[in-house]
């Protein structure tokens, strides 16, 4: 089966909310998205619309201090920012977040390569311009292709 892989273009803020808000509503308990890309890229943003679309009303901003951030709508999510993970320390339990019935969020998922899922969907975000971003949205493993099945649909 070929795997689809689907790529969006954002040509604003509010728009790449709007995807996000789209992702969200079609999660399910224990689903795992990594968000790739530099800083500014968007990968809060996006975050954001997904809150949205799990009926989160908080708002959503960057964990600074903190490694995770814990919000509660129809499914939880906890959104997890591994940045700072080296300052911080590496006594940093993650693999506790993915079995607790709600939705993971990571941003900058790849420092701590040897503890993520091996399901997940993958969204690389790359700056085009000031108000454009390319969102390419990579799953791996066959619940994640479903879900972008549906996405495309
Ligand atoms: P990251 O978490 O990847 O470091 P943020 O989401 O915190 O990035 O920041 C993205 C910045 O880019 C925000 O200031 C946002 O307003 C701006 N921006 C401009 N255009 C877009 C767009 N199309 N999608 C997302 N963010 C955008
Ligand atoms: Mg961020």
Known sequence: MEVIRLEFLT???????????KIGSLLSPNDCILLTGD??????????????????EKNIN???FTIVKEYHGNLDLYHI????LESLGQDFDLEEYFNLGGVTVVEWPFNVKDILPNSYL???????????RKLNLIPHGKR?????GEIKC
Do not use: F, H, Q, W
């Not at 800083?39 to 949205?52: D, Q, V, Y």
């Not at 920012?81 to 700072?84: A, E, I, K, S, V």
């Not at 994640?144 to 972008?148: A, G, P």
């Open 122 to 132: 993958e969204i690389k975000i790359t700056y085009i311009d000031d108000n454009k």
């Open 39 to 56: 800083l500014g890229a968007g990968k809060t943003t996006l975050t954001k619309g997904i809150g949205k679309g799990l009926g989160i």
């Open 11 to 21: 040509n604003s803020y509010e728009e790449t909310i709007e995807l996000g808000n």
């Open 144 to 148: 994640y292709e479903e879900m972008v």
């Open 81 to 84: 920012d591994l940045y700072r």
């Open 62 to 64: 960057s964990p600074t």
